[in-house]
């Protein structure tokens, strides 16, 4: 049996990022972190590029516009966490369709790393604390795809 899979290899790869403002002291680590897994897999930091967008209800769109310039592979960055209003479940959900969408119609690795939290606290865990980093988790993931969408 053959079998394909993705290597963690960055040399030569070009990677954007689309992060969110909103919510930056966690969003903020999370790119950290994604930065931090990139270089240290090969990925040289000039060949990194960050767009801020200002929450992450604006990251569909502008990940969009960044399918069609020159990158390998697409991070999405932000963190979602439950307040008093019914946003975080409308905005999560559409994102994580708008996310999915972006990767089938462009045939390139569109990555999800959004933190979707119930309080503070649980965001943190997950932004460099004891759950580990999601910006670095969704780092691996688009190396690991960047990789293997060139062995398919
Ligand atoms: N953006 C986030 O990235 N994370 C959030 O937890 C978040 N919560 C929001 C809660 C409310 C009530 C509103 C109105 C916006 C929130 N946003 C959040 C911002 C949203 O993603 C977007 O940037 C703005 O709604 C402007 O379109």
């Given at each position: 049996m053959k079998e394909v899979t993705g290597n963690f290899k960055g040399e030569g790869k070009r990677v954007g990022i689309c992060v969110a403002r909103f919510n930056e002291f966690i969003t903020g680590r999370l790119l950290a972190g994604a930065r931090d897994e990139l270089?240290?897999?090969?990925?040289?930091?000039?060949?990194?590029?960050?767009v801020w967008v200002p929450g992450s209800f604006e990251i569909g769109t502008v990940a969009k516009?960044?399918?069609?310039?020159?990158?390998?592979?697409?991070?999405?960055?932000?963190?979602?966490?439950?307040?008093?209003?019914?946003h975080f479940e409308y905005i999560s959900a559409s994102l994580a369709k708008s996310i999915s969408e972006l990767g089938t119609k462009s045939g390139m690795p569109v990555i999800y790393g959004i933190v979707t939290a119930e309080t503070l606290e649980q965001a943190i865990e997950?932004?460099?604390?004891?759950?580990?980093?999601?910006?670095?988790?969704a780092a691996n993931a688009c190396l690991e795809m960047m990789d293997l969408m060139t062995k398919i």
């Open positions: 270089i240290r897999h090969g990925v040289r930091d000039e060949d990194i590029e960050c516009a960044m399918t069609d310039k020159g990158y390998d592979g697409i991070i999405c960055l932000g963190a979602l966490i439950k307040g008093d209003t019914p997950r932004a460099g604390a004891k759950a580990g980093n999601r910006g670095a988790s």
